[in-house]
């Protein structure tokens, strides 16, 4: 029951409508919002909210699905989807039992098979598999059944309703309602004609599924039949006229015969869903735990939150939150224009079992509480935590509160009452606990509002003295907040405590809501009384009531906040010392980049007037030579001055000189490297094996380059191993043969034409797929320079997503359609940097 109490102390189902938001699926939002019981087949979570883990192994699973989850959806293009997934729980009952679903009811079923599956495909087919393992582990589990599906979509429209090629007695039958609906059509349309002025207006209408015509109430003698129904006013009868009533007699014959044979087919429908019933429910649970794990990726994404690490209870510093803020408050900033939310650090040491925040009242020792008890709650169910990295806490078995009033009439109690009933309630939770784990230390977080409040200060401070003393011996963490002075003194007293306090800014009378570690806070009473201009003779005296010695204490503790805010400051002025220094680093790494660029330039203009002289010298022997051709052969001479222009050329080019660069580069893991081949700057992944080839990304890509084909980011060449460096050259040898040999890709005109290894065809696609396959298409084109990509005429959409998807892609330069001749709008040629 205390549990309970925490959660709703703590505003726990706040926060899971907050991530009901985030959920795609119905059951998805229904197990956080939890409007009625989780019910899927024996699968039945009767709690208030979201169900919390009761181990560790629960929790770490949960945490695995939410980093995978992240993962997918910040690195596909447009994350998991769950289109077509729909919430069929109740049908499968009602199909197990022998009822009869509607139309509806199962095409919702084909849908999510659809959906289902497309799922199942988007993980399976992500690239970096080693990044995943637990959600593709789920859905190796999910049975989709095509043949089901396609039955489905066979049978029912996507309306719900049965079509004419579910079977043929209904085609025929239909095939007759239709003829026998164009005679009775006819015949009434005669009517209207023949009897116009009778006629209120003409229309053919429907009166108890019987074909009717208004007619004027005066006149219904001018058209006999049987009145079916009168209009609000009276004026108009819809009557039935005799020379159809038969017809609409056979009309309803076939009418049910349609409904029974319609009743039929979705019963053989019905009976095949019923016979795969736990396939299906396991299904919706799949889906719905990958739904909840993408729920919290993205909430945990919209926080900017980081994944929780789980330390032991033993260890140095088994607490260290830094910059932790509450989520509430953060959605209450961001849609609720709230106020800005001031972060928190939380840094608990060893051997430390107990912490006392103090300060005044309104300074945010509350929202500290609840905001440490949200973050533990949070990492239990899986969720990243919105704090800076490292987020460092122990997985705690219970997080059990006692915050805020607890006053009750009706039962006589006072807040001193309450609060005592709800710490009782905790202290017998947390022995239960121990019992459970045969240990004498319950791996609890206990959060306590304004311990000892309500009574004699005297008694009450003594009363919290003892309890903080009792939770030090059995809970594994207790954070208190209090008045009482007597509890600052315990840390002198006892390792196992701990002092904080919230910041209060006595010349603006306003909390800061900063948490401050190792310091006792003051009340500040007769400081803020003061400032609000009470007479300061009352402040003397009650400083007389006080003591001397409370004043020397609060003179100690103001010094040491002093202390605490020069060396936060100091610390502040280091930190933008630091910015500095690293913003001059980066103006000088950029102007020295320009250096480079200019130098380039510079380089390249040099080659252009260089090129231009031999161009010019070219011409004049070319004269030369023209004018020997005319007169006695001495084209000797002229061959003389050719091949010393072309010394000269070789002499001055910058382009023809480039200095030899030794090779001295040898790439590790995270090191950043260029592939000149692609022109493209990736990370390396893994280092060189024993055939010199290793792994790189760059972008969502990966792939295996050989290490002769990259660079350092400076130009430097890596040295090849002896073994690598005879694969190269045999490499070089065998591309010249085939150049030489079988030039099979190059006509005698010089274009590229089409082969097997240069094209790829996704006709009949859907757009999503087809992007998948022409990002593996393109990788493994490389070396061509080109890729045909067939994807068809039709509408145009898979040729508008597949451009979209060429404009942005790293290794693609243009691209564009194919001629007539080689498939005209249909095709598209990438041409490959």
Same mark, same amino acid.
């Given at each position: 029951m205390i549990q309970s109490e925490t959660l709703e102390l703590l505003e726990w189902p706040r926060l899971c409508q907050h991530l009901a938001t985030f959920t795609a699926t119905k059951l998805g939002a229904i197990l956080l919002h939890n409007s009625r019981t989780f019910n899927i087949g024996d699968r039945q979570d009767a709690t208030n909210y979201l169900p919390i883990p009761s181990t560790k192994a629960e929790t770490?699973?949960?945490?695995?699905?939410?980093?995978?989850?992240?993962?997918?959806?910040?690195? &596909? &293009?447009?994350?998991?989807?769950?289109?077509?997934?729909?919430?069929?729980?109740?049908?499968?009952?009602?199909?197990?039992? @022998?009822?009869?679903?509607?139309?509806?009811?199962?095409?919702?079923?084909?849908?999510?098979?659809?959906?289902?599956?497309? $799922?199942?495909?988007?993980?399976?087919?992500?690239?970096?598999e080693y990044e995943l393992s637990v959600l593709p582990e789920l859905v190796a589990e999910l049975r989709t059944y095509p043949e089901l599906e396609q039955e489905i979509h066979r049978c029912i429209d996507d309306r719900g309703?049965?079509?004419?090629?579910?079977?043929?007695?209904?085609?025929?039958?239909?095939?007759?309602?239709?003829h026998l609906r164009d005679r009775i059509d006819g015949i009434l349309r005669g009517i209207l004609q023949r009897k116009a002025s009778a006629i209120q207006q003409p229309i053919i209408t429907q009166r108890s599924d019987r074909f009717v015509i208004p007619v004027k109430a005066p006149q219904k003698d001018a058209v006999p039949g049987i009145v079916h129904d009168t209009s609000t006013t009276g004026s108009t009868l819809y009557i039935e006229p005799n020379g159809v009533v038969n017809l609409n007699n056979q009309m309803r014959q076939l009418q049910r015969q349609v409904q029974r044979e319609e009743e039929a087919i979705r019963q053989a429908l019905t009976e095949?869903?019923?016979?795969?019933?736990?396939?299906?429910?396991?299904?919706?649970?799949?889906?719905? !735990?990958?739904?909840?794990? !993408?729920?919290?990726?993205?909430?945990?994404?919209?926080? @900017?939150?980081?994944?929780?690490?789980?330390?032991?209870?033993d260890s140095d510093r088994p607490v260290n939150i830094r910059q932790l803020r509450h989520p509430l408050l953060v959605w209450q900033q961001q849609y609720e224009e709230g106020n800005d939310v001031v972060p928190i650090d939380v840094t608990v040491k060893s051997p430390v079992k107990v912490v006392a925040i103090t300060g005044p009242n309104t300074g945010g020792k509350t929202v500290t509480l609840k905001t440490l008890g949200l973050a533990a709650l949070m990492a239990k169910i899986g969720l990243f935590i919105p704090a800076n990295e490292p987020v460092e806490l122990p997985w705690f078995e219970q997080i059990l509160a006692d915050i805020g009033d607890e006053q009750s009439l009706e039962q006589s109690l006072s807040t001193f009452?309450?609060?005592?009933?709800?710490?009782?309630?905790? $202290?017998?939770?947390?022995?239960?606990?121990?019992?459970?784990?045969?240990?004498? &230390?319950?791996?609890?977080?206990?959060?306590?509002?304004?311990?000892?409040?309500?009574?004699?200060?005297?008694?009450?401070?003594?009363?919290?003295?003892?309890?903080?003393?009792?939770?030090?011996?059995?809970?594994?963490?207790?954070?208190?907040? !209090?008045?009482?002075?007597? &509890?600052?003194?315990?840390?002198?007293?006892d390792e196992r405590f701990e002092n904080a306090s919230v910041e209060f800014d006595i010349n603006s009378l306003q909390p800061t809501y900063r948490l401050l570690w190792g310091i006792p806070g003051r009340s500040n009473a007769m400081t803020i009384a003061g400032k609000l201009g009470l007479k300061q003779e009352i402040i003397y005296r009650a400083q007389d009531y006080v003591g001397g010695n409370s004043e020397d204490v609060n003179q100690v503790i103001a010094g040491l906040e002093a202390q605490r805010q020069q060396q936060e400051t100091k610390a502040k002025e280091a930190s933008e010392l630091l910015q500095e220094t690293e913003s001059l680093h980066r103006e000088v790494?950029?102007?020295?980049?320009?250096?480079?660029?200019?130098?380039?330039?510079?380089? $390249?203009?040099?080659?252009?007037?260089?090129?231009?002289?031999?161009?010019?010298?070219?011409?004049?022997?070319?004269?030369?030579?023209?004018?020997?051709?005319?007169?006695?052969?001495?084209?000797?001479?002229?061959?003389?001055?050719t091949e010393a222009i072309n010394e000269i050329s070789e002499k001055y080019l910058p382009s023809r000189t480039v200095p030899v660069k030794k090779p001295n580069f040898m790439?590790?893991?995270?090191?950043?490297?260029?592939?000149?081949?692609?022109?493209? !700057?990736?990370?390396?992944l893994s280092a060189p094996n024993e055939n010199d080839e290793l792994t790189v990304k760059f972008g969502i890509m990966k792939m295996t380059v050989s290490l002769a084909e990259v660079e350092s980011l400076d130009g430097e060449k890596a040295e090849l191993s002896k073994k690598s460096k005879n694969v190269e050259a045999q490499k070089s040898k065998k591309s010249e043969s085939k150049s030489k040999e079988t030039p099979a890709e190059i006509t005698s005109s010089g274009l590229a034409v089409r082969t097997s290894q240069n094209s790829i065809d996704i006709r009949g696609s859907r757009v999503a797929?087809?992007?998948?396959?022409?990002?593996?298409?393109?990788?493994?084109?490389?070396?061509?320079?080109?890729?045909?990509?067939?994807?068809?005429?039709?509408?145009?959409?898979?040729?508008?997503?597949?451009?979209?998807?060429?404009?942005d892609h790293p290794l693609v330069e243009r691209y564009e359609l194919a001629p007539r001749n080689d498939g005209g709008s249909g095709v598209t040629i990438a041409h490959l940097v």
């Open positions: 770490i699973q949960l945490l695995a699905e939410t980093k995978e989850a992240y993962i997918l959806e910040t690195r &596909l &293009l447009q994350g998991l989807s769950f289109d077509g997934i729909e919430d069929f729980g109740d049908s499968l009952e009602r199909a197990e039992l @022998g009822g009869i679903l509607s139309g509806g009811e199962i095409l919702a079923i084909a849908t999510t098979l659809a959906g289902a599956r497309k $799922l199942r495909r988007t993980i399976d087919n992500y690239e970096s309703d049965v079509t004419d090629r579910a079977s043929p007695k209904l085609a025929g039958i239909r095939e007759k309602m239709h095949q869903v019923a016979e795969v019933k736990e396939d299906l429910e396991q299904l919706l649970i799949i889906a719905t !735990t990958i739904d909840l794990a !993408t729920a919290r990726a993205r909430y945990s994404l919209w926080l @900017g939150a980081n994944p929780p690490q789980f330390t032991e209870p009452s309450g609060h005592v009933r709800r710490i009782i309630r905790i $202290l017998e939770a947390i022995d239960e606990d121990e019992n459970q784990e045969n240990s004498d &230390l319950s791996s609890t977080l206990v959060l306590l509002d304004e311990i000892g409040a309500g009574t004699d200060p005297t008694e009450g401070s003594a009363l919290a003295t003892s309890i903080l003393q009792y939770l030090a011996d059995h809970a594994l963490l207790t954070v208190a907040t !209090t008045h009482f002075g007597e &509890l600052k003194a315990l840390k002198y007293d790494a950029r102007k020295a980049a320009a250096l480079k660029d200019r130098e380039r330039d510079l380089q $390249l203009s040099q080659e252009v007037a260089v090129q231009e002289k031999i161009a010019e010298a070219k011409a004049e022997i070319a004269a030369v030579i023209r004018n020997l051709q005319q007169g006695p052969l001495t084209a000797r001479n002229a061959q003389k001055a790439p590790k893991e995270g090191d950043r490297i260029r592939i000149p081949k692609i022109g493209q !700057t990736a990370e390396v797929d087809a992007q998948i396959e022409v990002d593996r298409a393109l990788s493994r084109a490389i070396e061509y320079g080109l890729l045909w990509i067939i994807h068809g005429k039709g509408t145009g959409k898979l040729r508008q997503g597949i451009h979209e998807f060429l404009q």
